[in-house]
């Protein structure tokens, strides 16, 4: 497909891609799926070889957010039955990382609901900070706390943080639908105050809001321009007690689309498989690694993700390898200055979109962020030859078709699960 041949060449030369091809990824049909994921596979192990980035999750603070984010079950008037607690005691926050990290984790991503935190929030995460790295001195620690105000971000830095997450979710015509009590704009200005910092950022989307095949392109362009490392993409998780939750618009296939078109966009950057791919890709999460390098272990924020040994077990027999703490995420390029829009040849630039902090999709994702780059050649260098009809590499061809050969398989609740144990709780964290 030239379609195909023409995405693998710009991604492999960090080339942007056109709105209309990036369009056309999301319109392609089910018989081309395998390709798609196939071409996109290819630029993924350009920039990041076979190596799967794991990040661990830890709700300092759920629930009770005065804010209105529709997809969210922390928001002002949830009546979603999750875990409410206040802010967890640097010991207890540090207790729960070492579980994510024993467990293969190479990110901590400490997030709390809210708006955004005060001075005294502030000197509470760094305390926090402190903890998780006095325990384990190679972690990489991101926060997740919201609108940033002027500072915060260089308190952050100076306690240790290496990035900071606030997504942009969706489109910036389509933010207002989505959240009242702030701006599109204000999203961004704390990615870009993370960025004046020394902070890596994090930034992504939601995707299954409703939104049109443009929203998903005009977002995804954003956050080009925008150059975060890393971008988590989130599948709504339709929480019960949220004003999303009949929102089941996604199917697996239309999953890795999205996930396809996110990379070939954002070659380079570390795209995170985020909340809702137990939901939504089902059992065709294993094909999703082709497209991201890097994953949640265990659960999310508010919802239970499946258990992290099956993560750990799914990457293994897909072929693909947790990447150690010694190891690199970011291509070299990256590390010396950021790229993403800058680099590779290619035209201009799209719009923007962010999301914040205790925010998930749904709230059982997580927000989760870019490596603070470094340095570290990607491992495999392929060259810019055209794809293949066939699926490259990958330990099969991958499960044919889908769970079902419909559009929809309908509403799968019984996969929504909310957490009850980990963060905030009596119980082991699932790690
Ligand atoms: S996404 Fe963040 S700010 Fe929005 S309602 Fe949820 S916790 Fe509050």
């Known amino acids: 497909m030239d379609l195909l041949n023409t995405l693998v ?6 080339e942007l891609p056109t709105r209309d091809e990036a369009l056309a990824v999301l319109a392609t049909s089910d018989d081309d799926l395998l390709d798609v994921v196939a071409a996109a596979g290819r630029v993924r192990r350009q920039w990041f070889g076979r190596r799967v980035k794991l990040n661990y999750l830890v709700n ?3 629930g009770l957010c005065p804010e209105d984010c529709n997809y969210c079950s922390q928001r002002l008037g949830s009546k979603a039955e999750i875990l409410k607690y206040t802010w967890l005691k640097p010991e207890e926050a540090s207790k729960a990382a070492a579980a994510g990290v024993a467990g293969g984790a190479k990110r901590v991503c400490l997030v709390a609901s809210g ?17 998780i790295k006095e325990e384990n001195e190679d972690v990489e620690v991101c926060a997740c706390l919201g609108l940033l105000s002027a500072g915060q971000a260089d308190r952050l830095r100076e306690a240790g943080a290496d990035a900071y997450n606030h997504n942009l979710n969706t489109s910036e015509a389509t933010y207002g639908a989505i959240t009242t009590t702030h701006t599109y704009a204000d999203r961004v200005d704390t990615v870009r105050q993370a960025q004046s910092a020394g902070l890596s950022a ?3 989307l939601i995707a299954g809001m409703g939104e049109s095949d443009e929203d998903l392109v005009d977002v995804v362009f954003s956050l080009r321009e925008l150059d975060p490392d890393s971008v988590p993409v989130n599948f709504l998780i339709p929480f019960e007690g949220t004003p999303l939750a009949k929102e089941w618009n996604l199917t697996p296939q239309r999953c890795l689309r999205i996930l396809a078109m996110t990379r070939f966009v954002c070659p380079d950057v ?31 924020l508010t919802s239970e993700g499946q258990a992290g040994k099956a993560d750990l077990d799914m990457i293994a027999d897909a072929g693909f390898e947790v990447e150690g703490a010694g190891e690199t995420t970011l ?25 914040e902090s205790g925010s998930e999709s749904g709230s059982g994702s997580g927000g989760g962020c870019g490596t603070a780059g470094k340095s570290g050649v990607p491992e495999v260098t392929e060259p810019a ?15 044919t078709g889908g769970p079902t050969g419909g559009p929809t398989s309908g509403p799968r609740t019984d ?5 009850r144990r980990g963060a905030g709780t009596e119980l082991a964290p699932n790690a």
């Open 9 to 14: 060449e710009k991604g492999l030369r960090r």
């Open 60 to 62: 300092l603070k759920s």
């Open 115 to 131: 708006r955004g935190p005060t001075d005294r929030d502030v000197d509470r995460v760094s305390r926090t900070i402190e903890a």
């Open 202 to 204: 994090c930034s992504g």
């Open 270 to 300: 570390e795209v995170r498989l985020a909340g809702g791919r137990e939901v939504h890709l089902r059992t065709l999460q294993p094909l999703a690694l082709h497209l991201v390098n890097s994953i949640f272990l265990g659960d999310y």
């Open 331 to 355: 291509p070299e390029h990256r590390a010396a200055g950021g790229c993403g829009s800058v680099c590779g040849s290619g035209g201009g630039g799209g719009n923007e979109s962010g999301n």
């Open 385 to 399: 030859t055209a794809p293949t009809g066939a699926p490259t590499g990958g330990p099969t061809g991958g499960p």
């Open 415 to 419: 996969l929504v699960t909310v957490r």
